[in-house]
């Protein structure tokens, strides 16, 4: 399996996450995909190429055109205004206040784009997340060309982040870009399955009226982690895509034994949408001794999970997501992956 990885994600390397009323060194930083890239060296899983430029058309009519321009521009409106740090957002529209009136000033402007403050933006950020869709990219046209699989080792991840608004460590969501990329390459249906900790809601609001874009996840339950207040289990879809969404959220202290079964459902239930080509959603933040999540999930059960994946006999484009316990988040990826190949 070939994976796709770029250097740019050193551009994103902000020194503060907002977590328990302090600012701690970011969960979400640059070593994560160097032990990835480690461990795909060392278990020889193939080839680590660069993925070239982002074609930002994919992403310019999947999201929202005022979104992009103000990643683009943010941190330059921000410097200008003169405020001295990494961008947090410190504000944002709540309940009583106007959701749809973009403010021109950048503090606010910020609040309007964001959902969740711990996440930081700095001068690389839009940069290294255009440089986590190339990698995208590249997977979905490997795919499309005809590979079983491919795997992009993307950082920043994507799947907090929807149509115009970023969080979560998240700002482009690069799971969703990749199954629109295979459903304009010609698969009819194309399922996206998100094995991160967290509820993939960017995805699954991108994707909510759709039928032909199916989305499962299995998640913490959102009553005690993040997202919160997205990721229940009666959130089956809108419109023509009423059924096409599940969520299976479970509680804290999760084993292998109940999310595997989780896994299984999820499984069949793609495998009863007709899903053509899947994306993967992969964060292993499942794992025992991830430092933001609470599941229990040993460094093996990530193999089986990849087996279950791979017998679903579909092309995959697997996508990094989340995972933050440092020393084992190459062991546990590459184990997704080994499991998946079989
Ligand atoms: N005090 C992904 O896994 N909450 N994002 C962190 C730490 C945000 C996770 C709380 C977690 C976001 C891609
Ligand atoms: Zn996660």
């Given at each position: 399996m070939k994976t796709f990885f770029s250097e740019d994600h050193r551009l994103h390397f902000p020194q503060a996450e907002l977590s328990g009323?302090?600012?701690?060194?970011?969960?979400?930083?640059?070593?994560?995909?160097?032990?990835?890239?480690?461990?795909?060296?060392?278990?020889?899983?193939?080839?680590?190429?660069d993925p070239g430029p982002v074609d930002m058309d994919p992403v310019q009519t999947l999201l929202d055109p005022g979104y992009l321009r103000f990643?683009?521009?943010a941190w330059a409106d921000w410097k200008a205004a003169g405020m001295a740090g990494e961008i947090i957002a410190a504000n944002v529209p709540a309940r009583g206040m106007h959701m749809d009136r973009v403010p021109d000033f950048i503090d606010g402007k910020v609040g309007y784009y964001c959902h969740a403050s711990e996440t930081a933006m700095t001068a690389g950020t839009w940069a290294a997340a255009q440089s986590s869709m190339a990698s995208a990219q590249a997977a979905v046209r490997q795919v499309i060309g005809g590979a079983?699989?491919?795997?992009?080792?993307?950082?920043?991840?994507?799947?907090?982040a929807t149509?115009?608004?970023?969080?979560g460590y998240c700002f482009l969501n690069n799971a969703a870009v990749a199954a629109q990329m295979l459903r304009d390459g010609g698969a009819a249906r194309v399922a996206i399955l998100d094995i991160d900790f967290h509820h993939g809601n960017g995805t699954q609001d991108i994707f909510y009226?759709?039928?032909?874009?199916?989305?499962?996840?299995?998640?913490?339950?959102?009553?005690?982690?993040?997202?919160?207040y997205i990721g229940y289990a009666d959130e089956t879809g809108r419109g023509a895509g009423e059924g096409a969404n599940l969520n299976l959220p479970?509680?804290?202290?999760?084993?292998?034994?109940?999310?595997?079964?989780?896994?299984?459902?999820?499984?069949?239930?793609?495998a009863g949408w007709g899903a053509e080509a899947l994306v993967v959603s992969l964060g292993v933040d499942a794992y025992r001794d991830d430092p933001?999540?609470?599941?229990?999930?040993?460094s093996d059960d990530f193999t089986d999970a990849g087996a279950r994946i791979g017998r679903m006999d579909l092309p995959t484009v697997h996508v990094m997501e989340g995972?933050?316990?440092i020393e084992a988040v190459g062991i546990n990826t590459v184990n997704v992956l080994e499991g998946f190949l079989g």
């Open positions: 009323g302090e600012f701690v060194t970011p969960f979400e930083r640059p070593s994560r995909v160097e032990y990835i890239r480690n461990r795909l060296i060392s278990r020889g899983l193939g080839a680590i190429e990643l683009e521009t079983r699989s491919a795997f992009a080792l993307c950082r920043p991840p994507g799947h907090h149509r115009d608004q970023y969080g009226d759709r039928g032909d874009v199916p989305f499962a996840s299995l998640h913490g339950a959102p009553q005690d982690t993040y997202p919160y479970m509680p804290p202290g999760t084993p292998y034994s109940t999310w595997s079964e989780a896994l299984d459902s999820a499984i069949a239930r793609i933001i999540s609470f599941f229990k999930l040993d995972g933050y316990a």
